[in-house]
């Protein structure tokens, strides 16, 4: 596999009961790229990169992260997933812990990392996302937009091979999404290598590499964000984007 | 001697000695209760299985059986405990169970998104537990425990059915040689309800020294 291949998917299935989540899902992210992935819910997009850092246990079908096998049975899944940041819908930020904390936490219990050096990365994390001021509020006492910078720099500090984001402002106001984007474009600038599920398709036009678009548990078209969102070839996908499009259209977005 | 300085050399040793029960079983219980809740939560369905079942027959016992059990029947299965040690057994077991409950409730009760989130980040079950679970989970189960540490201060004036000499203890046999029930009861009545007090503003203090600033209302 080249070295610059981050991760590599092939044929991931997966299903709950009788019902069949993924069929079969195939693609890879180049270091540095920003690959999107949209399509309607219940498409599969959260169960597949839920499946990517093994929260979920695909089914059948082979995942690489930098080289090594994942889904191999006998790797660690806690080393596996401290190379993969993960940035939840729903933030998810420890309530009993200061933004800073928050941060520091993995570097200091996951990397065994002194408390003083934890501090300093944690502290320049959050500069980036530009809440360092607010390092010792507590999660309660930030609004949507913070938390989720502060998810993004917990992500961040463990300096992941790549950054998975699961639909990322689906749960903000929508006067909150920009400053999330503006921290997550500035990133995907920096080149940090990141699989994003979003809705937001401005973002996906100005830093997407490539949309995947999933329709029932497929990946059934791809290409250059530009041309997959304005000239989309398959009816679900030009279905799709069409809604999203109106719905913006109505937002003044 | 009068009776007062007689009563009170009396009294302060039986006192002490309700001071040294409690100085081991309310932390004990606490640890315990932590431990059980932490075992039936995330345990294999072995471990959880036996943290479980102890719990239901400890909540199913009268303490006072428990006691006795642990004082005179565990002797004959070649356990054995002094008096004091009997007692202070029984009561880490029976508040420890009752204590898991609240811890268990507690747990449930911490949204799971933020044991994904510690799952994402690497953490292991027992640094995803430590770290991120129990030091929530212990300041919303602080009520039920401080209720339970009350009870257990109350109680421990059963230590005096196996012979330890405890305030209760020490208090009944004084009064058996002077007969002055009303100022060696009431006397004895005060220093627990002084206990409790003591204890409830101590876990007072603790419930708002681990309050999460702008998460509960005040």
């Known amino acids: ?253 | 001697m009068s009776f007062w300085e007689e009563f009170i050399s009396y009294i302060l040793r039986g006192w002490i000695t309700t001071l040294e029960i409690l100085a081991i079983s309310i932390p004990l219980s606490i640890l315990l209760g932590l431990s059980l809740a932490v075992a039936r939560v995330y345990g294999n369905w072995f471990i959880s299985m036996i943290a479980g079942g102890f719990v239901v027959l400890l909540r199913g016992l009268p303490l006072v059986v428990t006691l006795l059990i642990v004082f005179f029947a565990l002797p004959k299965l070649g356990i054995y405990f002094s008096p004091f040690w009997a007692a202070v057994t029984a009561f880490i077991m029976c508040s420890g169970a009752y204590q898991s409950e609240y811890v268990r409730g507690a747990i449930r009760s911490i949204d799971v998104g933020q044991s994904l989130a510690a799952q994402a980040l690497g953490m292991n079950r027992l640094q995803e537990v430590i770290h991120i679970i129990l030091p929530q989970a212990f300041r919303r189960a602080l009520p039920g425990i401080t209720n339970e540490i009350i009870y257990l201060i109350l109680y421990s004036s059963l230590a005096y059915l196996v012979g330890v000499q405890e305030l209760f203890a020490v208090a009944k046999h004084f009064n058996s040689l002077q007969l002055r029930p009303i100022e060696i009861f009431s006397t004895t009545a005060l220093i627990y309800a002084f206990m409790a007090t003591i204890a409830t503003l101590f876990f007072r203090k603790l419930e708002e020294k681990l309050k999460i600033p702008g998460l509960e209302t005040a």
């Open chain 1, 1 to 253: 596999m080249p070295d610059d291949i981050v991760l590599k998917v092939e044929d991931l299935h997966k299903s709950y009961g009788n019902i069949t989540v993924l069929k079969g899902v195939s693609f890879e992210v180049r270091r540095g790229e920003t690959k999107i992935i949209c399509g309607p819910s219940g498409s599969g997009k959260s169960t597949l990169l839920r499946c990517l850092n093994l929260i979920t246990r695909p089914d059948k079908g082979r995942i690489w992260l930098e080289g090594e096998e994942i889904t191999n049975r006998n790797v660690n899944i806690n080393k596996v997933r401290q190379k993969i940041g993960f940035v939840f819908q729903e933030f998810n930020l420890f309530n009993h812990l200061t933004a800073l904390r928050n941060v520091s936490i993995g570097l200091e219990v996951v990397k065994k990392l002194k408390k003083e050096e934890a501090r300093k990365i944690a502290l320049e994390m959050l500069r980036k996302v530009g809440l360092e001021e607010h390092a010792y509020k507590y999660p309660a006492e930030l609004s949507g937009g913070q938390k989720q910078r502060v998810a993004i720099a917990r992500a961040l500090a463990m300096n992941p091979a790549i950054i998975f984001y699961d639909e990322p402002t689906s749960a903000l106001d929508p006067q909150l999404i920009g400053e999330v984007l503006e921290v997550m474009k500035a990133l995907a600038r920096e080149k940090v290598t990141s699989i994003v599920v979003t809705h937001e398709m401005g973002f996906a036009q100005s830093v997407g590499d490539e949309i995947l678009f999933m329709y029932d548990g497929k990946i059934i078209e791809r290409g250059p964000p530009l041309e997959v969102i304005q000239n989309p070839k398959c009816e679900q996908a030009k279905r799709f984007f069409q809604k999203i499009h109106e719905l913006y259209a109505r937002q003044g977005r």
